[in-house]
């Protein structure tokens, strides 16, 4: 849990708790759009140690898609078009979600290779 904790508090992460086998963070609050954690409201790291230690991670972007929503509504407005809105809302949140997704799969791996690390195993390539 400390590499987790580590990475947080370098990605300007709140942790609101901390647990043996879990942390629940807030998303930065940090005014650069290029901080990964800026568009999650929170996200939950889990060890689960069932047959295999198994690293859960679960994340939330509600508000993301809420201000997609809305620019979609105000731009499907203010064009008087629907398929405009739709595509501000598709365009918005999809694709921010998107790179959110592929930054956050990157910061994953950085993790689970870092504790493979400490473990005494070989990261995977």
Not at 52 to 80: D, H, M, P
Not at 88 to 107: E, K, Y
């Given at each position: ?6 990475v ?55 508000n ?24 501000a ?37």
């Amino acid at each position: 849990m400390k590499v987790i904790e580590t990475v947080l508090k370098e990605k300007k992460g709140n942790i609101i708790h901390q647990g043996d086998s879990e942390i629940t963070y807030k998303g930065t609050s940090s005014l650069w759009k290029t901080n990964i954690l800026q568009p999650v409201d929170k996200g939950t790291f889990k060890i689960d140690e069932a047959e295999t230690t198994v690293l859960k991670y679960k994340i939330s972007f509600s508000n993301l898609f809420g201000f997609a929503t809305i620019a979609g509504l105000f731009f499907g407005v203010i064009s008087q078009e629907v398929w405009t809105g739709i595509t501000a809302f598709g365009w918005l949140g999809g694709m921010n979600w998107v790179i959110a997704l592929v930054r956050h799969n990157s910061m994953l791996t950085e993790i689970v290779d870092e504790i493979d690390l400490q473990i005494g195993n070989k990261p995977n390539d």
